[in-house]
């Protein structure tokens, strides 16, 4: 789009330069024509009179010098006169040649100058208006036949002022995240220490008590392993570009494995995971970034889909692309967490977040994008599923 509209305004520039050099012209041409006709008779009298002297010629002389082209006047004393205009025809053609052709380049080489310094005049206003956006004040007002630019800054303007207010709005969200992970990791901290305390001041505790006290500070302490776990994705995620390494991977085999690894979570909360993968089906992925991305899926759907409910994983290939579905019934997602749920530390209430660093859904998103990739997102009738194309 903003190829094609430089490829107008260029064009719009040269229609113009050219369309001034017609107007030239044609004027040009007018003014010549009316000084041929006014201008051009009386002033050649006075060049053929100042270039050239009468002289009375014998009557028999009289046919040589018409012969030698010379002109004839009125008689004088009853004998013919004539007189040379070389000199008058060399002046009258430099006149009508190099001088009027050198008029009319010298006019056309004005023009050329006029526009650019129009156009010139017009960069500088430009410049000046990309100065006004770069310091974050509304753009100059530029002249009308530089409206398509205004508008241009003007949506320059808006851009710039959302993707600033998407940059606040993301660090609020880190230091809000921050903040409460700082807040909650104090708390198991505090019991692990106040359990191994118990521990080591009464060594007279039963064994039933002592098992008790070691199995909640364990507990306690793979609650912060998983908050520091969080920690170090926000790093890694931070950090830049995901790298991909693909393969040839067998789809079905991949999504088995991941089966197994939630299992134990299925069954605890009553769903019922099935595959759908046409068997020897095979993707050109990465297969432990996507391991990530589907176990991400997964792991969101198992967390809010209704107990006694199937939550199903589906692959096929569309053309060259492969196509990933991971589909639950449960709590739906409105259309207004749909629009943000991939962003990155999003954790508003409904939305799917997992209640942990609002970093899965994003960091799989991440990872699809650079498969060259798309991720999606639909919920309707409490029936959600998220969709991959890589």
Same mark, same amino acid.
């Given at each position: 789009? /903003?190829?094609?509209?430089?490829v107008r305004t260029r064009r719009?520039?040269? *229609?113009?330069l050219l369309m001034g050099f017609a107007a030239f012209t044609v004027a040009f041409c007018a003014l010549v024509l009316v000084a041929r006709e006014l201008i051009w008779p009386p002033l050649s009298s006075v060049i053929a009179d100042v270039t050239s002297v009468w002289v009375e010629v014998p009557e028999e002389s009289a046919d040589l010098y018409r012969m030698l082209g010379y002109q004839e006047g009125s008689r004088s004393n009853g004998m013919p006169q004539f007189r040379d205009l070389s000199d008058y025809r060399a002046i009258a053609d430099f006149i009508q040649g190099p001088v009027v052709w050198g008029a009319y380049a010298a006019g056309i080489a004005a023009v050329a100058v006029w526009w650019t310094g129009r156009c010139a005049h017009a960069v500088d206003e430009v410049t000046y208006a990309v100065a006004c956006v770069a310091d974050g004040d509304a753009? *100059?007002?530029?002249?009308?036949?530089?409206?398509?630019?205004?508008?241009?800054?003007?949506?320059?303007?808006?851009? #710039?002022?959302?993707?600033a207010r998407a940059v606040q709005a993301a660090e609020a969200r880190k230091n809000e995240l921050v903040a409460y992970l700082a807040h909650d990791i104090k708390t198991p901290l505090t019991s692990v220490i106040g359990y191994?305390?118990?521990?080591?001041?009464?060594?007279?505790?039963?064994?039933?008590?002592?098992?008790?006290?070691?199995? #909640?500070? +364990?507990? /306690?302490?793979?609650r912060l392993d998983a908050m520091m776990d969080e920690f170090f994705e926000?790093?890694?995620?931070?950090?830049?570009?995901?790298?991909?390494?693909?393969?040839?991977?067998?789809?079905?085999?991949? =999504?088995?494995?991941?089966?197994?690894?939630?299992?134990?979570? *299925?069954?605890?909360?009553?769903?019922?995971?099935?595959?759908?993968?046409?068997?020897? +089906?095979?993707a050109f992925i990465d297969p432990e970034k996507m391991a990530r991305v589907l176990g991400n899926l997964m792991k969101n759907g198992l967390a809010y889909a209704d107990a006694g409910s199937t939550l199903v994983c589906r692959a096929h290939a569309e053309g060259e692309r492969a196509a990933f579905a991971v589909e639950d019934t449960g709590r739906?997602?409105?259309?207004?967490?749909? /629009?943000?749920?991939?962003? @990155?530390?999003?954790?508003?209430?409904?939305?799917?977040?997992?209640?942990?660093?609002?970093?899965? =859904?994003?960091?799989? @998103?991440?990872?699809?994008?650079a498969?060259?990739?798309?991720?999606?997102?639909?919920?309707?009738?409490?029936?959600?599923t998220f969709t991959v194309s890589v």
């Open positions: 789009m /903003k190829t094609m509209q430089g719009h520039d040269i *229609a113009g753009a *100059a007002e530029l002249p009308p036949g530089l409206a398509d630019v205004q508008r241009e800054f003007a949506r320059l303007r808006e851009r #710039a002022q959302a993707d191994l305390s118990l521990l080591a001041e009464e060594p007279g505790l039963s064994s039933a008590r002592r098992e008790r006290y070691a199995r #909640a500070a +364990f507990e /306690k302490a793979e926000i790093t890694r995620y931070n950090l830049g570009a995901i790298p991909i390494e693909r393969v040839q991977t067998d789809v079905r085999t991949l =999504l088995e494995q991941l089966v197994d690894e939630f299992y134990p979570v *299925a069954q605890a909360r009553d769903v019922t995971i099935e595959l759908d993968v046409p068997d020897g +089906f095979t739906e997602i409105s259309p207004v967490h749909l /629009k943000s749920i991939f962003e @990155k530390f999003y954790r508003a209430d409904g939305a799917r977040s997992g209640g942990g660093a609002g970093l899965g =859904l994003a960091i799989a @998103k991440e990872i699809v994008e498969h060259g990739g798309s991720i999606e997102a639909s919920s309707t009738e409490g029936v959600t």
